[in-house]
C-alpha cells in the first residue's frame, strides 16, 4: 500500500529554496535505505526541468546510455549519440541544458563504484559555472560513501555542495496516521518493531495487524524484511562480520564494552573503533545516567538505537535456525510471550524524547535521560526520567510503566520514597511524573502528573490534530 507523504516539511523546504537558486548548484540526501530520499526527491523535483535517474550495478557504459536516454526526455535527440566516455555527457549536458534545469542521480555511490573518475568531472563543471546553469542532486543509501564524497576534505566534491541533508527516520507520531491505528497504545507497539522508517510502514500496511506483519515480512525466510540488517551493514561497511556480532551480543543484552569485548574474546581496546563506526551510523547509540560526563566509560551502556534492528537482532538472529527449518509459528508465540517487555524499553524511549518538546508540570524541559547509581543512602536507585527544567530551578523525576494494570497511588508512593534518595536534588523543586500505557480514568497521582501514549505521541510529529 502506498503511504501518503509524510513529514518532511523542513526538508522539503530546503530543497525547493534550493531549486530556485540563481546558479548552478549542488545539493546531496544520504541517509540509510528506506527512510524515503526517491519519495521526497520525487515530490519535490520540478517535473517539467528535471532529468531524474536511478543508478545501479551495471557497467558505466551501459550507465550512460541509460542517463542519456533519460535526458532524451528533456532534449531531444540527446539520447541518439553513444558517449566514448562521461566527460563528454557531462559537457553536452551542461551546454545544453536550461537554466534552472535539474540533474538528480539516485544511488550516486552505485555510479561511483563504476566510473571514479565522476566526482572529479562535477567537480570541473560545478567550478567551472558561477553563472545561470543546471542544478546537481545526488543521493545515496551509502552513508559512508556519500560523506566521503562530499563531507571528506580530500574528496573533489568536498565544499561544492549548496544543500547536504541527512534524512533521519520520521518520528513516532506520523505512523498513527501511516498505518491508521486508532489506539495510541498499538501506536507504540508497532514503533517497537519497524521505528521511523517508511518503507516498513508501507510493508506493514498490507497486513490486517502487527502479528501477521511480523511473521510474513520477518520471521519467515521469505519475507522482504528476513535479511534487512545484512543488507543495511553492506550497505556502510566494507567488512560487516565484526559489526554484526556487536549488534548480535548488544541485542542479546551485552550492554558494556568490556562484557561484548569478553564474549568476543578480544580486548576492549579492538572494539573501539567497529563500535564507533556503529555510532556514527546511528545503529548503536550510547547511553550514560542523566549528568554524567560522556567521558565516563565505566557507566556507559551500548544499546541498538534502530528499533527494527533491535527487534530483529533480539528475536529473529538466536533463531535462525528454527525459522529456515519451518518453525515460524512457535518462534512467533515466543516473541509475543515476551514482547511486551521489548515495547517498554522504547516506550520509555519515546518518553524521554517528548520530555524536551513540550511543556510537562507547567514547566518546560531540558533534555530527559535515565538515572542510576547509588541514591543518598548509599544503595542502588534508579530513574526512568530525569531532566532539568530550563531556567534550571526544578527537576523532573519519573517513571515509565507498560504493559501492567497500574495501580497509580502505589506508584506514586514509591516514587516519591526513590525520588527523595537522588543524589542531584537539593536547593531544586521535584516535580514527578508517571507515563502508563493505560492510565486510569480518574488519576489518583497526589500531586504527581499521570501521562498517556496519546500525550507523548503529541509531542512527536504526525497530525496532533486528529487526536483532540
Known sequence: MKLPFLDREAESARLRRFFGRPEASLAAVYGRRRTGKSRLLREVLPAERTVYYVADDRDASLQRVGLAQEIDRELPGFGRVLYPDWDALLQRWWYQAPAGSVLAIDEFPALVAQAPELPSLLQKRLDRQDTAGPHLVLTGSSQRMMLGLVLDRSAPLFGRAAEILRLLPLEAGWLRRALALE??????????????????????????????????????????LHEEPATLLLDDLRETTQAASILSLVGRGCHRLSEIAGRLGKPATSLSRPMQRLLELGLVRRDLPWGTSTRDAKRTLYRIADPFLRFWFAFVEPERSRLEAGQVDAVALKIWGSFSHHVASHWEELVRASIPRGEWLGRRWKPAASWWGAGTDGKPVEF???????????????????????????????LRARAARLPTTAGRTLCLGLWLERPPARSTG?????????????YLGGDVASRE
Open 446 to 458: 497526589d500531586g504527581v502528573g499521570v501521562f498517556s501514549p496519546t500525550e507523548v505521541l503529541g
Open 183 to 224: 489506539d495510541d497504545a498499538r501506536v507504540i507497539e508497532s514503533w517497537a518493531v519497524w521505528g521511523g522508517i517508511p518503507r516498513y510502514w508501507e510493508l506493514a500496511a498490507d497486513f490486517p495487524d502487527l502479528t501477521r506483519a511480523v511473521r510474513e515480512l520477518i520471521l519467515s525466510p521469505l519475507g522482504v
Open 384 to 414: 526512568d526520567v530525569v531532566a532539568e527544567s530550563e531556567d534550571e530551578t526544578a527537576l523532573l523525576v519519573g517513571e515509565v510503566k507498560w504493559g501492567m494494570k497500574a495501580d497509580v497511588a502505589r506508584l506514586t508512593a514509591e
